[in-house]
């Protein structure tokens, strides 16, 4: 009998696929009651990075912390030679190279209760899926050989893990002079992932005063870095065929600038 574990973890990469893969099949479906833009979450997130992207930098490597099933790291190879992308869970590597290999894969949606709905998951022909790759890890206890990047992406990410205010602190090491960061976040903090003690924001410090989590990633990353823009992207998780869930990402655009360091 399949376990818990193993539903589990098929519920996740269902989720995911279908957020990442799936908007041309779910946002027709569901036109009359939400707008197709907020199924578009990768294809968004990846027209931002390029509009945001330096010329002048030159380092053409790009970094996907928390890649899930790599949407965004295939999409980042149009723009960048070499694109890694790191997550700690090993289905979604697996379902990474699969696609890198064969450049499609079925994917599947929860009809209803037990039956399945599939679709297939494309990466266009124009993408260089050679580019990309995957790495089964912490994004924080990262390679010490990692080297630097022109663009490092960190979506949805840092509200699960256990210690962020350390990513936070590691990010501007790994770009280059120019170099683009993005932090996306929809600021919802869960102990099951991160303890209390070392939330970004949602309490109340010690003078009675509002920690937001968005606040504390400015004061963070302005040490050393340059706030581009700030902007707000929807995403839709499908969890079952009539069950949709919405969230809207907190997404600030970085610019690692040599006048501050
Ligand atoms: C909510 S998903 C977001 C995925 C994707 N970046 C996006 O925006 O659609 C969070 C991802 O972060 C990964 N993750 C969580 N903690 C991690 C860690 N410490 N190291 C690497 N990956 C992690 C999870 O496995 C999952 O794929």
New binding site residues.
Partial sequence: MESQYAKKHMAWLNL?TG??YGARYLKNRWREFLPAENFEYVEKMSKLLFASVDETCTNKRALDL???VGG?TFNLAEKFDEVIG????KG?IEFCEELKKNGKATIYSCEEGDLDGEMMAEIPDSIDRSRCSFQL????ALPSDIGTFGCVVI???IG??ENPIKVLRNLPGLLDDYGICVI?SPHDPLEDFTPKENWLGGFLDKDGQKMKASQTIKDILSEKMELIQSVEIPFVLQYQAREIGLTISEVQVWLKSPKIS
């Fill in positions: 995911f957020m990442h928390g890649c899930c965004t790191i997550d700690c869970c979604f890890g912490d994004v924080q979506s949805n990410v699960r893990l996306a």
